[in-house]
């Protein structure tokens, strides 16, 4: 009995014949990292809910740190055991698939988590609130900004400690993304990382209005997106009779066995399938940032609370590409013909419109956004290779710009000035002469993001563009190389301001961290070098990761 | 496994670069000590290689090194040099302990209590020329594609921090404008060879592209290649050769740099203080026009003959416009800027002339530009850092008040000028010799550059050195010890291989006739009449 009419029964029959349903098997040990880091998450929340406020902390920081550490040695050991090759399977009854691409995202996901988390747990750079270290999170997400409720809240040291299972919540929804195998378990992780991402944005100390009104936009058009997903996959449904990646790609190559009689009226009607793959293409789109479905990205980096947005920049990006891999290689590869020009559009325009604009931005939060759109742009001509030189190099070009993104918005937490973080561009001139470590920190990511050799930004953006120009996609080089240089401009524009421009008499000051963000940007700096010095090993491990299980 | 020599000549001044970097903050006088001894154990390392370089064994690559780098790429760290390299390496090694000289005083604090104890100015400007230098030797060492581009394109960076964080400080109001004007010229100088090398990226993964669908494994190895084509394993279209070649080039052009991509030159050049800007033109241009001999033309010989009419046209027009803006320059640096621009059209004209004397004289033409142009800019820095100002006009008798100095500065203008007796004159008449063989009205037209040479330096002098002494530069002190250290050995240089250029050329010649085989180019018959080579016999 295939899968396709398994989903199928259980949808339209389960009513009237609940015998029919075979008792699902469910291999435990292979949905292992989701698990540890669900379960962690569920432990979180009883510790918010029976843990005295003053114990909160250490043991969110804590568990959080040890349930996606856990996560990634489950990751590691079914790696090792061999499931991201030989052994790649679909597990849960065909809703998960456990091979490479899946493992090596869920790694890459539970690694950039695990910085983040060093971030969000930073609590000597905001000034002591009424004799509390507080981190960059409201003291009471619920109070009204500018309330008194806000005001008793901060005067009575509240911190929100909910963070670090929301997190954990969203790392999980993560983690199922990019292996999701069939179109409602996509769905599904979709929410689960989406709806804590939209609380998280929200939560900022400071420039709470500015916060809230980010998670708002977030929010809906987030769930605009999410509606057009569900159409989509409500017409590849009509279409194909099944939302299993498998089923819906045996129906697209005409190698489907038996067709359901409720549905032999829609099954194989091309319309719905286009319709359907480019709404569901659309849903993707919009998580990934892409032009021109990426009008929430800046304004989102730049309200919510830096920690956050350098975790969502980074994990949710690597999420996102993951599943979009997922769908074009397995489900829709026989119909390449019909979205390979709409994509090569999309990459162009992301590639150019994210570079130009970023040229204007005046802020470095929404500099740094734009930057994303540009890369989301770099990654999609890796994606159109449609070879598995195209999955290793995307799989690649992820994990260098996580690191990186991550490393640069936690500097950007360090630079302050008496408001909070002192984001704009203008502000951080002469900052070079101020701090010079900060500053050539900073100029380090700057040029890994500008793809300069000798960091993991020029191995990644080779690697996509090599895949590129094997697959014939040679004009999306050019494109891609000259859109490099425009953005190369403006990265270069911060640096010549950090370290040619005087100082301002007023300009902010870099705040000294814990050992947690020195950390979190230690790693990215190390990441950034060493990718981009000797990247073999990872470019091999990205090379066997590259093969979907179907 | 012998010795690895190249990877050590390359790694000393590296290691120099953090060592330097690593000097506390108090201590910047210990800081150039050491940034100078590492580039002088530079020098023993490159003299070590010239002495190690057989020029007549044969072999088109020398002291070689192969490792695996990046499987996935295909890109080995592979190095090797030939005759042309292991000049050029010398002369790197040669000038750097020159330009760190030099510029001693350069990047010292301007108030002494500087309250920030972690801003080291000092320390920085002699690590990153350091830096540089380590970059521009391995670019010259690599024989692998891929690791030459990573080093071409990275040098980018410290050099842009040189232009832009330590600038000349002379002739402006104030600090602020000074700041503004450097970072122009440092983000020029970025932007333009940025886009350079990213089209050249292109190119680049486009060569990877043809290699891997033709050969089976995708290589940037120079040496395999070129073996490739000759055994016809490898054959590119002629479309897609000619697109390779002209991404290649374009890069090497705007760092060449040849009209019209100079622009960015006569900005960087100015604006840099005198040690940085010999920096720039002696050394890392010299970079472009190695890569367009060892890249260009032996991975894309068929598109280097297509492409060789424009590109001959363009470096006459480059000789003809650098030397007349230099002409009429009002600011020393600048002019200097300018003469280099039309020294390169000399350099890129006697690459593509595709005769043996042209591409001879033209590697020589490198070594001895970059020795006239070090001579030349370093006493004009040090004359603009008495009076501090860049303008001509400025100055005016400064010979009956430092005869030393103009002493030096006339041999370094005649250098540039290329009078018989001293290095350049050599290497210019050999280029104009080659290209008048092959492409005599190019060749005849390029001579309007030296007689418009002998203008712009001749004028210069007679401005700065001659006629009344003027006020302001009344009680200009002379050359001090430091300052004739630098200058002494470079002319002294300058008069040696002007006399007796057959050291360099014996290594150069195997070197370019080795490059001229793979381009299938034999140098054209002389024109003799019939009956003249019968009564010569």
Partial sequence: MSHAAFVHSLWTMSADAPRKIPAPQIEYAQLSPTLIVLGAACLGILAEAFLPRRLRYPVQVLLTAVGLAAGFAAVVALAAGGYGTGKAHVAAMGAIAVDGPALFLQGTILLVALIAVFTFAERRLDPVAHGRAVDSFAAQGAAVPGGEAEQEAVKAGFTTTEVFPILLFAVGGMLIFPAANDLLTLFIALEVFSLPLYVLCALARRQRLLSQEAAVKYFLLGAFSSAFLLFGIALLYGYAGTVTYAGIADVVNGTVRTVDPALASTTGNDALLLIGGALVLVGLLFKVGAVPFHMWTPDVYQGAPTPVTGFMAAATKVAAFGALLRLLYVVLPGLRWDWRPVMWGVAIVTMVVGAVVAVTQTDVKRLLAYSSIAHAGFILAGVIAVSPDGVSSVLFYLAAYSFVTLGAFAVVTLVRDAGGEATQLAKWAGLGRRSPMVAAVFAVFLLAFAGIPLTSGFTGKFAVFKAAAQGGAVPLVVVGVLSSAVAAFFYIRVIVLMFFNEPQAEGPSVAVPSVFTSAAIAVGVAVTVVLGLAPQYFLDLAGKAGVFVR | ?537
């Fill in chain 2, 1 to 537: 496994m012998s010795f690895p020599l190249l990877t050590v000549t390359a790694a000393v001044p590296a290691a120099g670069a953090v060592a330097t970097a690593a000097v506390p903050a108090a201590r910047r006088a210990a800081a150039k000590w050491l940034a100078l001894a590492f580039s002088l154990a530079t020098l023993v390392l490159a003299a070590v290689q010239l002495a190690r370089f057989d020029p007549d064994s044969g072999k088109p690559f020398q002291l070689t090194e192969s490792h695996a780098w990046i499987k996935s790429f295909g890109v080995r760290y592979d190095l090797g040099v030939d005759g042309i390299a292991v000049v050029l390496i010398a002369l790197t090694a040669l000038l750097v302990p020159f330009v760190i000289l030099a510029g001693w005083h350069d990047a010292d604090p301007l108030e002494e209590a500087e309250p920030n104890r972690r801003w080291r100015p000092t320390q920085g400007f002699f690590a990153l020329i350091l830096l540089v230098e380590a970059m521009v030797v391995i670019s010259f060492e690599a024989t692998d594609v891929f690791l030459f581009y990573i080093f071409f394109e990275a040098m980018l960076i410290p050099v842009y921090f040189l232009v832009g964080g330590f600038g000349d400080r002379a002739g402006a109001r104030s600090e602020e404008e000074t700041a503004a004007r450097r970072s122009y010229a440092a983000v020029k100088f970025l932007l333009y060879n940025l886009a350079g090398g990213l089209i050249m990226m292109a190119a680049v993964i486009g060569l990877y592209a043809v290699t891997a669908h033709q050969l089976g494994t995708g290589t940037f190895s120079l040496t395999e290649i070129v073996q490739a084509r000759a055994d016809g394993r490898l054959q590119f279209a002629t479309v897609t050769e000619r697109a390779l070649f002209l991404g290649f080039f374009f890069a090497f052009a705007v760092k060449a740099p040849l009209w019209p991509l100079h622009t960015w030159l006569p900005g960087a050049m100015g604006e840099a203080t005198a040690p940085v800007a010999v920096l720039i033109t002696a050394v890392v241009d010299k970079v472009g026009t190695f890569a367009m001999l060892r890249f260009c033309l032996q991975l894309f010989p068929e598109a280097s003959k297509w492409a060789t009419p424009v590109i001959v046209v363009l470096s006459v027009i480059g000789i003809l416009y650098g030397a007349l803006l230099a002409v009429a320059q009002k600011d020393i640096k600048r002019l200097i800027a300018y003469a280099s621009i039309s020294h390169f059209g000399f350099i890129v004209l006697g690459i593509f002339a595709m005769t043996t004397q042209g591409q001879g004289g033209a590697t020589l033409y490198m070594v001895n530009h970059g020795i006239s142009t070090a001579a030349l800019m370093l006493v004009a820095g040090f004359l603009i850092s008495r009076r501090g100002s860049r303008l001509i006009a400025d100055y005016g008798g400064v010979q009956k008040v430092a005869p030393v100095l103009a002493g030096t500065f006339m041999v370094g203008g005649l250098a540039t000028l290329s009078l018989p007796g001293l290095a350049p004159f050599v290497s210019e008449f050999l280029v104009l010799v080659g290209t008048f063989s092959r492409y005599p009205a190019a060749g005849i037209v390029a001579t309007l550059g030296i007689v418009l040479a002998a203008l712009y330096v001749l004028v210069l002098y007679q401005r700065t050195m001659t006629g009344p002494v003027k006020d302001e530069v009344r009680g200009m002190p002379d050359l001090r010890v430091r300052e004739l250290v630098v200058v002494g050995p470079l002319i002294a240089l300058l008069l040696f291989l002007g006399v007796y250029p057959k050291p360099l050329t014996k290594i150069i010649d195997p070197a370019v006739g080795h490059t001229m085989s793979q381009v299938h180019r034999t140098d054209p018959k002389p024109d003799v009449p019939a009956n003249d080579v019968e009564a010569a016999k």
